[in-house]
């Protein structure tokens, strides 16, 4: 086994050190410089742990209550208060330029690097020329590598400070490279974009990334709400949107029972624990938060905490527990089990998404329960018994 192992590392190396060659010659012909290219393309090293984690996939689906309760705590938040206060004058000063309110900066902040607290300590260089060398995304990193190279080849920063997460994200903000070049800006006025350095800096290419992205000035991100025992949970999800109005007509209200404002104002309902959790109204820059980290829980984690940073309240209703945990194999299970039943579940590839959740809804409509598209074990159950029934 000790020979077979030392067989396929000697050919991952003779295969890797043949990329960086080929790697070499489209640097140069995209107007990199000889010396960038040569100073870090020569270091690179090939990291066989990259590509374990590439490849890995977690064995377990994760609830809403686990991501939520493991990222948004009391330290958390006094922490983000703390450095709001410290950084005031910066925070407020972007926010007139830019528009993004401070504790939002400061959020993405606490999530991404609890406050700079954890950059990753992997040689981007190292991570990037190991993934661009590797079939399975090989032109997505070999872009990202180039523009890493970019990245020092205007100075910003040295190829041996570029550390960060093992797929390429870096700095407080865990910018990839395509984005430091498009986003990046240089705030404290060095004459360098230092996004591992230099807090106004990522601060202000934070902002300058969510206003480019779109972010709409004044709007909030959305609202915990209150939803009426007879609620009708298929108009729920992020490609249903309505006016204010027409949810307070449905019954929706604050959590405190007031009615929804301003009226005109359209959002979309998300139940991301089922009809026993939180519920969330959510407007056009939640859709923005998306656009940074295509998570629902990231996005509605990113606002609790930019709330929660400027003195709201705690959520009305927590995320409750889910008692047993549900596989990625057992979701893949429902989802063919959904096929055989007519319901288009999407592909099965064992990810609980938007696709997979509508479909659950489905199912619970069709056989009278509450369709919030929520996944349990007793649901799971029901769909492989009604499915079983169907191929017998």
Same mark, same amino acid.
């Given at each position: 086994m000790a020979l077979l192992w030392g067989q396929v590392a000697h050919a991952s190396d003779n295969s890797f050190g043949e990329c960086i060659t080929r790697m070499k010659s489209q640097a140069r012909a995209e107007g990199i410089s000889d010396s960038?290219?040569?100073?870090?393309?020569?270091?690179? !090293?090939?990291?066989?742990?990259?590509?374990?984690?590439?490849?890995?996939?977690?064995?377990?689906?994760?609830?809403f209550a686990n991501y939520f309760n493991? !990222?948004?705590n009391e330290e958390r938040i006094q922490r983000g208060r703390e450095?709001?206060?410290?950084?005031?004058?910066?925070?407020d000063r972007?926010?007139?330029?830019?528009?993004?309110?401070?504790?939002?900066?400061?959020?993405?902040?606490?999530?991404?690097?609890?406050?700079?607290?954890?950059?990753g300590d992997w040689s981007v260089i190292d991570s990037l020329a190991t993934l661009a060398c590797d079939a399975r995304r090989s032109a997505f990193f070999t872009q990202e590598l180039l523009n890493a190279m970019r990245i020092v080849d205007a100075g910003d920063i040295t190829a041996e400070r570029m550390v960060g997460s093992w797929a390429g994200a870096m700095g407080h903000m865990q910018f990839m490279p395509s984005t430091f070049l498009r986003y990046a800006k240089d705030v404290d006025g060095d004459g360098r974009r230092d996004l591992w350095g230099s807090i106004p800096d990522a601060m202000g290419s934070a902002a300058n990334f969510l206003r480019q992205l779109g972010w709409v000035p004044g709007l909030s991100w959305g609202q915990e709400v209150r939803l009426p025992q007879s609620f009708d949970y298929s108009l729920a999800g992020r490609d249903q949107m309505l006016s204010l109005a027409e949810w307070t007509k449905l019954g929706v209200t604050t959590v405190t029972g007031a009615p929804l404002e301003p009226a005109e104002q359209r959002a979309a309902l998300l139940v991301p624990s089922g009809y026993q959790g939180p519920a969330f109204l959510v407007t056009k820059n939640f859709y923005i938060i998306m656009r940074w980290n295509r998570s629902e829980f990231y996005a509605l984690s990113v606002g609790h905490l930019?709330?929660?940073?400027?003195?709201?309240?705690?959520?009305?209703?927590?995320?409750?527990?889910?008692?047993v945990k549900i596989s990625r194999e057992q979701v893949r299970q429902l989802q063919m089990d959904l096929s055989a039943l007519g319901i288009d579940a999407g592909e099965p590839d064992g990810i609980l998404g938007s696709a997979t959740r509508k479909a659950i809804s489905h199912f619970q409509q069709k056989t009278q329960r509450i369709a919030d598209g929520h996944l349990d074990a007793g649901i799971l159950i029901a769909i492989r018994e009604a499915a079983s029934g169907e191929l017998r």
């Open positions: 960038t290219t040569h100073q870090v393309l020569s270091k690179a !090293r090939f990291m066989p742990r990259v590509i374990e984690l590439d490849r890995r996939q977690p064995e377990f689906t994760q609830t493991t !990222r948004i450095l709001y206060a410290k950084h005031r004058a910066l925070l972007i926010q007139h330029e830019s528009g993004i309110p401070a504790q939002f900066l400061v959020s993405f902040w606490g999530l991404e690097t609890n406050y700079g607290g954890h950059f930019a709330d929660r940073i400027a003195g709201a309240a705690p959520l009305h209703r927590v995320p409750p527990a889910d008692p």
